[in-house]
């Protein structure tokens, strides 16, 4: 019904899909494609080269203490930190498919690792989106605040429930011999440079469906009230958020919507994660994590704004 929907929205109105096709277009031309890219090759060579453990290793007790997690698993940790959503999800399967880390860590690092990059966050909403009218230590504070909260709610969850998931966040390590061919500085290279021009490709597929479908939304739903734009920042984060930004709503609201809309990632975020994340791992808690954390951000942001 959804494709039907979008087909008719394709044809009665070419001009205005064309418009929303070349906005979402644009952005993963302009910024996902130059900004992610690199990293997803770097990370693939660097995966596949057994480079990680190597270079975490020696930090190992931080990492176990503070995340409860392996020097591998930090490595996801690390950089879907600083790359932004999804390439936290994307290492945290690529670990887990690579024999890295154990299934049960693969889940819990699931919960946890997949957020927007500083890049996007002090860029695009603070400066594009909000003007730069909010603070952007206070924004980074309430974003880093929630997310260190729900890793530790998700960690107690993980160690109370730990017979549903493989017993135990040990990595994986696997003594499967490599062919000459396959392990060449060439042969990994390649391999490493398909994949990332596979997985962003994908990821440009997503962001231009659901910029029609938002179109779509926005062209049939005239009413512009709260939920009709948080609903709009649900769709498609980006476009959601600078229609967030040309609203009349009041400044807290404002902050509070874009808040939770980053802290959630939205449908086609939550969309790009399932199609690079293995089937072997549940999305379940991955969800549930995104709801608490959105939560715990909300209450966050009422307890500074309207107590402090």
Same mark, same amino acid.
């Given at each position: 019904m959804i494709s039907i929907l979008l087909l008719l929205f394709l044809m009665l109105y070419?001009?205005?899909?064309?418009?929303?096709?070349?906005?979402?277009?644009q952005l993963w031309l302009n910024i996902l494609l130059p900004t992610l890219l690199p990293f997803m090759i770097l990370t693939g060579v660097l995966i596949r080269t057994d480079m990680?453990?190597?270079?975490?290793?020696?930090?190992?007790?931080?990492?176990?203490?503070i995340f409860g997690v392996s020097p591998a698993g930090a490595y996801a940790i690390v950089f879907g930190l600083l790359c932004g959503y999804p390439m936290g999800a994307k290492l945290t399967s690529d670990l887990y498919t690579s024999?890295?880390?154990?299934?049960?860590?693969?889940?819990?690092?699931l919960t946890f690792t997949n957020h927007a990059s500083p890049m996007f966050i002090s860029s695009y909403l603070i400066h594009t989106c909000m003007n730069g009218q909010v603070s952007a230590l206070e924004v980074f504070s309430l974003l880093l605040g929630s997310a260190f909260l729900t890793m530790l709610c998700?960690?107690?969850?993980?160690?109370?429930?730990?017979?549903?998931?493989?017993?135990?966040? =040990?990595?994986?390590?696997? =003594?499967?011999?490599?062919?000459? =061919?396959d392990s060449s500085p060439g042969a990994i290279l390649d391999a490493s440079i398909m994949n990332g021009f596979e997985t962003i490709t994908r990821l440009g597929g997503y962001i231009l469906m659901f910029s029609i479908l938002n179109a779509c939304v926005r062209h049939f739903w005239k009413n512009r009230s709260i939920l009709s734009y948080l609903l709009f920042c649900l769709l498609e984060m980006t476009t959601g958020l600078h229609q967030l930004s040309l609203s009349s709503l009041g400044a807290d609201t404002k902050c509070l919507c874009a808040l939770i809309t980053v802290t959630l990632g939205g449908i086609c975020v939550t969309a790009q994660t399932r199609s690079l994340v293995t089937r072997e791992l549940s999305l379940l808690p991955y969800l549930a994590s995104k709801l608490l954390n959105a939560l715990i951000v909300m209450i966050l942001f009422l307890f500074i704004t309207k107590i402090i």
């Open positions: 070419p001009e205005e899909a064309l418009l929303c096709a070349q906005k979402g277009m990680i453990g190597q270079r975490l290793t020696p930090m190992e007790s931080i990492w176990q203490k024999r890295k880390i154990s299934r049960r860590e693969a889940q819990y690092l998700m960690r107690l969850w993980f160690f109370r429930t730990g017979s549903r998931y493989t017993a135990g966040f =040990s990595p994986i390590y696997t =003594s499967k011999k490599e062919t000459s =061919s």
